[in-house]
């Protein structure tokens, strides 16, 4: 069998051909398919608006300026994610705070953030971590008890459903990657989304020099624009998503109901959400039969893409600066030793799957 990649681009004749007619149109910069994705994408999930820009990190920190966070604020994030839900604040001039997470969901745990709140703290962004959604309510009720800005982090919950709603309409703001691996991808490029006129008058002074009109600079701002060849290829992947997300969904229950291995813990799912599975992380327990690289290298001599998504919890990066110990967020630094991705992306074929889970069954 050939290789399978733990990840795979899902790109077709219809996104070549979008692209195609936008480069043969001579309109390559933000243009009228830039505004036809906003509206598109606003409407996909639910928000009143949305402002497109070049990747996911220029979302976060785009939307944390529109905010107002800076020097002196602080910003709860959840310490088991991607390195950019973090480091956006510190681009602001303000400091992170780290919150466990929740050892069955990997989401931010509410309790923590709770514990974390200060006179300082000016907002939490939590994590759609993997294409599940995170505690919405629990989080929004201490947001609000405490008078603080939601940013939903769905970089990776294009689609996600709690209580029927999606991934994008709960905050105060949301930022979407468009990243070449995610649920649905531009190459490059982001999204940011509110219901809020404001903010989204805000984000649009941000992400384009803070011109209020051609040459007048109201504030400091930055060229984080997305392309008309982006949104070309945006618009047509935005309606693949559903299908994309259903292939994922569909892969993940093969996995539940075929992998038998002591040890090997698969994704939870908390009742009222439909998660997309932008990856399908596993957890491996003490009993598992195999340390986590001696599996990975059983993986790859087998022809089975890997990946760990994340394998060091954001207080210890060097970068932040923090020594604390005892460990803050013990969760968060388990599950970084133990997690696990296997491919889970929509050009799997069932055989593909069955030889996954015989090759991962064996080791029994």
Do not use: W
């Amino acid at each position: 069998m050939d290789p399978i990649f733990v990840a795979r681009p899902s790109v077709g004749r219809e996104e070549i051909a979008a692209v195609t007619a936008v480069l043969e149109s001579g309109m390559l910069a933000a243009g009228s398919r830039v505004a036809e994705f906003e509206r598109e994408f606003a409407d996909n999930c639910g928000a009143s608006y949305a402002v497109a820009v070049n990747n996911g990190t220029a979302a976060l920190h785009a939307a944390l300026l529109a905010a107002g966070i800076g020097p002196g604020d602080e910003v709860i994030v959840p310490d088991f994610t991607f390195y950019a839900t973090a480091s956006s604040v510190l681009m602001c001039g303000a400091t992170p705070v780290f919150a466990d997470v929740d050892e069955r969901t990997f989401n931010i745990s509410p309790q923590e953030i709770e514990k974390r709140v200060t006179t300082k703290t000016k907002a939490v962004i939590a994590v759609h971590l993997f294409g599940l959604p995170f505690d919405v309510p629990a989080v929004q009720e201490i947001c609000r008890q405490h008078n603080l800005l939601l940013i939903e982090d769905a970089a990776q919950a294009h689609g996600a459903l709690l209580g029927g709603k999606m991934a994008g309409s709960f905050g105060d703001l949301a930022c979407f990657s468009f990243y070449a691996t995610k649920n649905m991808i531009t190459g490059e490029g982001g999204m940011v989304t509110t219901k809020d006129t404001a903010l989204y008058d805000r984000l649009r002074l941000v992400i384009n020099h803070g011109q209020s009109e051609k040459y007048i600079h109201t504030c400091l701002g930055y060229n984080y624009r997305m392309t008309d060849i982006a949104a070309a290829i945006g618009l047509v992947q935005l309606q693949r998503l559903p299908g994309f997300n259903e292939k994922r969904r569909k892969n993940a229950e093969y996995y539940n109901a075929h992998l038998s291995v002591k040890g090997l813990v698969t994704p939870f799912t908390p009742p009222g959400m439909q998660p997309v599975y932008h990856q399908y992380v596993i957890r491996l327990t003490r009993e598992f039969p195999m340390d986590r690289a001696a599996f990975m290298e059983y993986l790859k001599e087998n022809g089975i893409g890997s990946a760990i998504h994340y394998p060091i919890p954001l207080h210890r990066q060097p970068v932040f600066g923090l020594k604390n110990d005892p460990d803050p967020c013990p969760v968060a630094t388990r599950l970084a030793a133990s997690v696990l991705s296997l491919p889970v992306h929509p050009s799997l074929g069932e055989d593909q799957l069955a030889y996954i889970c015989e090759t991962i069954n064996r080791v029994n």
